[in-house]
């Protein structure tokens, strides 16, 4: 009978415990649940096909940090998260780039994701034409996001700045897309051959 990883099961768990301090010790509930929502859809999906469909341990890790950042996000806001001042402070910037860093790692969690599905499903031949359908697919994603949270944001009404996190940048949803991007490349570039490695022992293991 296959069982669930342990890095798994643990990073699960540490999920839980950070929604659990984080709600509690928040002052803005509702921005708080807003952006935290995505953890609470992805989760269950990837537990309930941990057994039947594990997918590879980078992309556990890049999704365990993915969710991480947005639970900590949604704690402080993204525009006011400690960590993100002392990098603004650091590189001499002119706002807290956290978000930023936020949608470069949700880049490169959907084209891993993607590309993972893609190949293991043998649904594409040729780098090529793979890296490029991974591009758009993140690109995609990234964009229907980026309406979601402006649906979200008229729905907030007052809210909607904690929300959004533009800090004042109007310029603030196309620097978005471009991080997506830039996370996408670097999926591409720097981890290929090791998701390409990582896939192949995943595809092993579920012939079993």
């Known amino acids: 009978m296959k069982t669930r990883p342990l890095y798994f099961s643990a990073g699960v768990a540490l999920l839980a ?10 002052a803005r509930k509702l921005t708080w649940l807003m952006e935290v929502l995505p953890v609470f859809i992805v989760a269950p999906i990837l537990w309930a096909t941990a057994k039947r469909y594990p997918l590879t341990p980078l992309l556990y890790a ?3 940090v993915g969710c991480a950042s947005l639970i900590v996000g949604g704690m402080y806001s993204y525009a006011r998260v ?3 001042f002392h990098i603004q402070a650091w590189l001499g910037l002119e706002r807290n780039p956290y ?4 949608h470069v790692l949700q ?3 959907v084209s891993l994701a ?3 599905v893609l190949v293991r499903g043998n649904r594409v031949r040729g780098g090529k034409m793979l890296a490029f359908i991974v591009c758009c697919i993140t690109l995609a994603i990234g964009a229907f996001y980026e309406l979601i949270e402006w649906w979200v944001a008229l729905a907030l009404g007052q809210d909607a700045d904690e929300f959004l ?7 603030d949803t196309q620097a978005d897309m471009l991080c997506a991007l830039l996370g996408a490349m670097f999926t591409l570039f720097a981890l290929r051959r090791w998701h390409d490695r990582q896939i192949e022992k995943a595809m092993k293991r579920t012939r079993q």
């Open 17 to 26: 415990l950070l929604l659990i301090i984080t709600g509690i010790a928040t």
């Open 82 to 84: 400690p960590a993100g």
């Open 62 to 64: 890049f999704i365990f």
């Open 114 to 116: 993607a590309r993972e």
């Open 107 to 109: 880049g490169l969690v």
């Open 165 to 171: 996190g533009t800090q004042g940048d109007e310029w």
């Open 99 to 102: 978000d930023r860093i936020g």
